[in-house]
């Protein structure tokens, strides 16, 4: 995924912004409450207890600051839709661009939200005793300064930024979980489909069957073990030695990847890459990954992956669907070749 389809889920329901807001309200009073709290307690004191504290600190700042956090979503989003800002690029240029474009509304957001946020802290605070020359003087002409601006920037950064965010990384999660199961459901419908080509070939091929490798024998530290080729799940090579992955566990067996690959049957078993030879059978699904990768996903018990490159993919999409071309390395040249 190059793209995130910006769907502003976040910044269309100012409830998570007023959310937002009060939960930093909260949490800066909790703080100041731990890291002061002698100071708190003849604060609270001073005001008549509890309930005349918390009237106030809901009058004075959080009511007033929840318009302040609307206002600011509510400026934000409009801004998308007045630049026609749909979707951001995945790549950090894209996205520090893409923050930066918000900034010239963010600045200039004071001049709006303040003479409102005022307003309302002004009817909270002064009720019922309202008068014009406190209003204009306290809490409209006097708050219009730079000292104020410059006070309000950090946290004005901080809630115009934060739902931005968080609704970049929601779209973004989203949006790949949609491509994961579009890319896994997919695959699960194309194991699906070459398994019922394969099911039809058998039933209606006439010819007889050349004779491939049935049966293996392999050892690992408790002992010995025949085993039929169709219990394995897939063939490897470490440090020069291969082995076979069943169900009971690991075996080494003494038959190298190009041997095996010679005599067992192709339309069972695939060399996905120089290193694997995965039996259809335990084929789960195969998904994107990244930088024109893909996992492809087995059915063991721990749902063993393997990354494959995209050129090796497209023979094993084939493969799967029941082509009987021949097995060509990324080159397309011919068969792999690795020496024992």
């Known amino acids: 995924m190059k793209v995130v389809q910006l769907t502003r889920t976040f910044l269309k329901k100012p409830l998570y912004s007023v959310a937002l807001i009060v939960g930093v309200a909260l949490l800066v009073e909790g703080l100041s409450w731990t890291s002061a709290f002698d100071t708190k307690i003849?604060?609270?004191?001073s005001y008549g207890g509890a309930w005349p504290y918390v009237s106030l600190l809901l009058r004075g700042l959080i009511l007033p600051e929840v318009c302040t956090a609307c206002i600011l979503v509510f400026l934000v989003n409009q801004h998308h839709i007045r630049f026609g800002i749909h979707s951001v690029e995945l790549t950090p240029r894209a996205i520090g661009l893409y923050q930066l474009s918000l900034l010239p509304t963010v600045l200039l957001s004071f001049f709006i939200f303040n003479p409102i946020t005022e307003?309302?802290?002004f009817l909270l605070?002064?009720?019922?005793?309202?008068?014009?020359?406190?209003?204009?003087k306290s809490y409209v002409s006097g708050t219009f300064s730079w000292d104020i601006y410059f006070r309000y920037l950090i946290p004005v950064l901080l809630i115009?930024?934060?739902p931005v965010n968080i609704s970049l990384l929601s779209d973004y999660s989203q949006?790949?979980?949609?491509?994961?199961?579009a890319a896994e459901a997919k695959a699960a419908q194309a194991v699906q489909e070459a398994q019922a080509v394969i099911a039809a070939r058998a039933s209606s091929s006439s010819v007889p069957a050349p004779t491939y490798l049935a049966s293996l024998k392999g050892k690992n530290?408790?002992?010995?073990l025949d085993f039929p080729v169709e219990d394995v799940f897939y063939f490897t090579i470490e440090e020069r030695y291969y082995y076979a992955e069943?169900?009971?566990g690991r075996y080494l067996v003494a038959k190298t990847l190009n041997d095996l690959e010679a005599e067992l049957d192709p339309s069972r078993f695939f060399r996905i890459k120089r290193d694997y030879i995965v039996n259809r059978t335990a084929v789960l699904n195969y998904a994107y990954w990244e930088n024109g990768k893909y996992i492809v996903r087995l059915n063991t018990p721990d749902r063993y992956e393997i990354v494959v490159p995209r050129a090796r993919m497209q023979i094993f999409r084939e493969w799967l669907q029941g082509s009987q071309q021949p097995l060509l390395d990324e080159a397309g040249t011919g068969p792999f070749m690795l020496t024992a």
């Open 42 to 45: 003849k604060i609270l004191n």
């Open 119 to 121: 307003t309302v802290r």
């Open 125 to 136: 605070e002064q009720y019922p005793a309202y008068t014009f020359s406190v209003y204009w």
């Open 160 to 162: 115009s930024y934060l």
């Open 175 to 181: 949006q790949r979980q949609q491509a994961q199961e």
């Open 221 to 224: 530290s408790h002992g010995e």
């Open 246 to 248: 069943l169900a009971k």
